[in-house]
């Protein structure tokens, strides 16, 4: 087995089935099991996700509640909750956030004690125009250049760069550097 290259281990699981075996990986499942003939036979599909077998329409059938999985005691219920029709995920069946259209993502750099922001669908941003806004917000410490603008805030640096990616130097906490972004470049 390839060595990881310092990437979290990946779990996998599996079962016996009549004549084969099942697999489950990441974002994968498989089976293979013994035709009569002899011969192994395969068929491998997606794993959906929760939200996308909604999407899917497997969630269909429970149209007006909503599906309360506890893993802990391995049971379900359901709760009455009716579809919002000027809600934009489930009355107008807009489901970007699930293909990562729009939306924060973080992710802490190990090691470095600092956290990456980005925010995808969002418009490139003017360096030297947040640069002036920075300063008049008594922010005296900023650096910009056309790749990127650097500032001290507090005990934090804020590194922006014109893909509007920024990284929060000085915290591993990302709802600090949530915060911190938030403030001074803006959502």
Partial sequence: MAANKGRPPRYMGGQAVVEGVMMRGEDRWAVAV?????TIEVETHPVPRWAERVAFGIGDLLAGRLLVVDHASATTRTVNLPRNPDCPACG?????????????????LCGRNAVQISVAGRPAVDLAELAGRLRNSGVADVA???????????????????????????TEDERVARTVYARYVGM
């Fill in 144 to 170: 910009v250049n056309p790749y990127l603008l650097r500032a001290a805030i507090d005990d934090l640096e804020l590194t922006v760069f014109a893909d509007a990616r920024a990284i929060i130097k000085g």
């Fill in 92 to 108: 107008q069946r807009n489901l970007e956030f699930l293909h990562a259209e729009t939306g924060t993502r973080t992710a802490t």
């Fill in 34 to 38: 013994r035709s009569p003939e002899g």
